[in-house]
């Protein structure tokens, strides 16, 4: 009877039978806190800490459900065993892979991002997921990074605008998002220690607005603590960046997870903000043992702490209210939709994205498109036209349902021009977090390739990085800025027999490119997922006109990036310390200020068309704090063929009280056109987003005078700049 009485009780409270509006924040609230009351000690810190490698406990006399999660950001990871990281074996958790979070901030469209978050949300709750954990939006600090590729590049604005619609799209399926990771894990190396010092500008202008626009515009109901050290304390567990900024100052009301084994001390991860303990060993760090799970910093040592009377059990009862309202908004939320896998829907959005994501960087007399009926002989060379890069990489690892190679989808789309195939290098394959060095011997498979470079009417090198350890990959970062496995060496003699050669480079980062003026011409194609190989043939045959822009610059040499250029401190740190020394001048504000030419900038793509912006005005010349500046332009396709094109905007103070870059993007704009067709654009910019962060008062400051507007099409190709007044 007493059963009976708390099952209905309960049914009430979590909304299976709707006494209060299932919606309303007041009532949720109050359904929460009578949940709490029925919970006891040992029941409530349960739920603030994993009870496998990917859940955390419900409370089932209760019927309240677990907590389950999967990695993203790129697609629904594959089922993993209960406690450790083998993959459990289902057969039924083949996903889609989307592209990389790299290419999706490439295409500069946020349309393109709500349809991302929204499909790959339907599959993570179609596998009865409750936290998907990304996208990431850690800023592109250097290209050595092993985990650029996870991020959406170096631009605080930039992620900030394509974070939120994914986010969006995620949440509408009761599925909370998880961004990660928060924050200034910007290295792999020594990332589960290394302590980051930088000025309360750099972290307010560069590093935090992602993680503040994901919170404020996205409403995002989880966050994942980032595994270093901010000021000597750990971020998962930060007075500072946790209690203070994110749960304080931004009103923060969802769920801090752990990044998994980053937590560190029970008395810090009670008081400092974190909600939920995940971990990598068994033991919350990185060994196991029996029962270990109740030997996480949350559980029994938590336990005994609250019992001594050390800690106060409000401590628990408010991590577990928001852990509650995170379940209210997903697996206690009855009106959630069921989601969808594998479907065509998915597909096409996958190869939409990763065609718009794909950035043409060189295209001498027009090498690009490859007219697929008249060319006759085609030597696709490399590596990576066949890897798979779906598989590796660490966590955003995936098992898809399919993944079409390079070399498959250009023998489709070609199919009537002979296609010659050899591999011309090899990397080994790769275990999780290794390299198994290669037995293929190096000689005959470059020889084989200069046969076929001999023969044919064009090479395409499909060559670059990929997901083995220091390459594209979690847990370290890559030993250096060229390109490995002896690619340089081998374009060198492929160029001697055969120079009508393009790269189709896939990576998440930027490489040296010691050929460039050699070579007729460059796609950037990233890790598209599923679809790569029908979008890249897709660009390279002209079926759709390349539009990606870059997230991040491509400096000439490694030193001219700006984390490298004050040394060992600067990056990777001395092994405790980093400085952040570069400051606010991280990517192209560095280039552009110091003066240092990119290889390729900033907002830089091709296109097989040409545009025209005219007519560049504002609605005003001079402005108030509080007003919206409206740009507007005129833009024309010039060319033969339709396409798409990025109006940037970026901002300088002329005169200010302290350093400013030359140039800050703060508007941009992509734009579809016909060939001869004109429209007309408008870009509004609120004017406080022209302040800069004041260290001193600790709070955003606009300084009135002189500002420049710089409309172009990438950070150096600047079409106009106009001038405006701030009083
Ligand atoms: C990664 C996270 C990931 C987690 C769970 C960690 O090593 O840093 O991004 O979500 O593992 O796989």
């Given at each position: 009877m007493k059963n009976l009485f708390f099952i209905i009780l309960l049914s009430i409270l979590i909304g299976t039978?709707?006494?209060?509006?299932?919606?309303?924040s007041e009532s949720m609230d109050q359904k929460i806190e009578e949940i709490i009351k029925q919970l006891s000690l040992k029941e409530k810190l349960d739920m603030c800490?994993?009870?496998s490698k990917f859940s955390s406990k419900g409370v089932p006399r209760l019927g309240i459900p677990e907590i389950w999660m999967s990695d993203g950001p790129h697609g629904v990871r594959a089922e993993i065993a209960w406690d450790d990281w083998?993959?459990?074996?289902?057969?039924?958790d083949s996903c889609t892979a989307f592209p990389a979070l790299t290419c999706l901030a490439a295409t500069f469209n946020p349309e393109l991002s709500y349809k991302y978050g929204k499909a790959i949300g339907e599959e993570a709750r179609y596998r009865k997921?409750?936290?998907?954990?990304g996208p990431g939006v850690n800023i592109?600090?250097?290209?050595?990074?092993?985990?650029?590729?996870?991020y959406m590049g170096e631009d605080p604005y930039l992620a900030s605008k394509m974070v939120v619609p994914y986010i969006h799209g995620v949440q509408e399926n009761g599925v909370a998002a998880c961004v990660k990771h928060?924050?200034?894990?910007?290295?792999?190396?020594?990332r589960d220690h290394i302590n980051v010092e930088l000025s309360d500008r750099a972290l307010y202008e560069i590093y935090l607005p992602a993680f503040k626009a994901a919170v404020q515009?996205?409403?995002?109901w989880s966050i994942m603590g980032a595994y270093n050290q901010y000021r000597g304390q750990y971020c998962c567990h930060n007075e500072l960046l946790?209690?203070?900024?994110?749960?304080?100052?931004?009103?923060?009301d969802g769920v801090l997870v752990t990044d998994w084994g980053a937590t560190h001390d029970t008395k810090q991860a009670a008081l400092y903000g974190l909600d939920i303990e995940m971990g990598t060993?068994?033991?919350?760090?990185t060994s196991s043992s029996k029962n270990?799970?109740?030997?996480?910093?949350?559980?029994n040592p938590l336990r005994k702490m609250i019992e001594n009377g050390e800690i106060d059990e409000s401590v628990v009862d408010e991590k577990v209210k928001r852990i509650l309202r995170l379940m209210f908004r997903?697996?206690?939320?009855?009106?959630?939709p069921f989601g969808s896998m594998n479907s065509q829907e998915h597909f096409d959005v996958a190869r939409e994205i990763a065609q718009e994501g794909i950035v043409l960087l060189k295209n001498e007399n027009n090498?690009?498109?490859?007219d697929p009926e008249t060319t006759k002989t085609i030597a696709v060379i490399g590596e990576?036209?066949?890897?798979?890069?779906?598989?590796?990489?660490?966590?955003?690892e995936l098992k898809t349902i399919h993944e079409i190679s390079p070399l498959e989808g250009i023998q489709k789309r070609f199919a009537n021009a002979k296609i010659l195939h050899a591999m011309g290098y090899s990397s080994g394959p790769s275990a999780y977090g290794r390299v198994i060095p290669s037995k293929l011997n190096a000689d005959s498979l470059q020889s084989e390739a200069i046969k076929i470079a001999k023969q044919a009417d064009m090479v395409l090198f499909v060559g670059g990085l990929n997901k083995n350890h220091h390459q594209d990959c979690e847990g370290d970062d890559r030993l250096q800025f060229s390109l490995p496995f002896g690619q340089d060496e081998l374009l060198s003699e492929i160029l001697k027999v055969n120079q009508n050669t393009a790269i189709v480079l896939v990576s998440g980062n930027a490489v040296k490119m010691p050929w460039i003026s050699k070579v007729k011409a460059i796609a950037?194609?990233?890790?598209?997922?599923?679809?790569a190989g029908n979008a890249i043939a897709d660009i390279l045959s002209g079926d759709v006109n390349p539009s990606g822009k870059l997230p991040f610059t491509f400096p000439v040499?490694?030193?001219?990036?700006a984390a490298h250029s004050f040394g060992e401190i600067s990056y990777p740190g001395d092994g405790v310390n980093q400085e952040y020394k570069e400051d606010i001048l991280v990517g192209y504000r560095w280039h552009d200020t110091k003066n240092i030419k990119p290889l390729f900038a900033f907002g830089y793509g091709l296109s097989y068309t040409d545009f025209e912006i005219t007519n560049v005005k504002t609605d005003k010349k001079i402005y108030q704090e509080e007003d919206v500046i409206s740009i507007t332009c005129e833009i024309k396709n010039t060319g033969n063929l339709s396409g798409k094109e990025l109006i940037q905007v970026y901002v300088n103070d002329?005169?200010?009280?302290v350093l400013r870059p030359l140039k800050e993007l703060k508007g941009f704009k992509k734009v579809s056109l016909n060939s001869g067709e004109s429209k007309s654009i408008q870009i509004d910019i609120p004017v406080k987003d022209l302040a800069f962060f004041d260290d001193k008062k600790m709070n955003w400051k606009l300084e009135t005078g002189q500002f420049k507007l710089m409309i172009g099409t990438s950070s150096k190709n600047i079409i106009n700049t106009t001038k405006i007044d701030v009083e």
């Open positions: 039978i709707p006494l209060f509006a299932q919606n309303s800490h994993a009870q083998s993959h459990a074996n289902w057969t039924n997921k409750d936290i998907l954990l592109y600090r250097t290209p050595l990074n092993g985990r650029n590729f996870e928060y924050v200034l894990n910007n290295q792999e190396h020594w515009e996205g409403n995002v946790v209690n203070k900024i994110l749960k304080r100052d931004w009103e923060f060993g068994t033991d919350g760090l270990a799970y109740d030997n996480y910093y949350l559980a997903t697996n206690m939320d009855n009106s959630r090498f690009f498109p490859i990576n036209a066949t890897r798979m890069m779906t598989i590796g990489g660490g966590s955003s950037q194609v990233w890790y598209l997922g599923s679809e040499k490694l030193e001219d990036n002329v005169k200010s009280s």
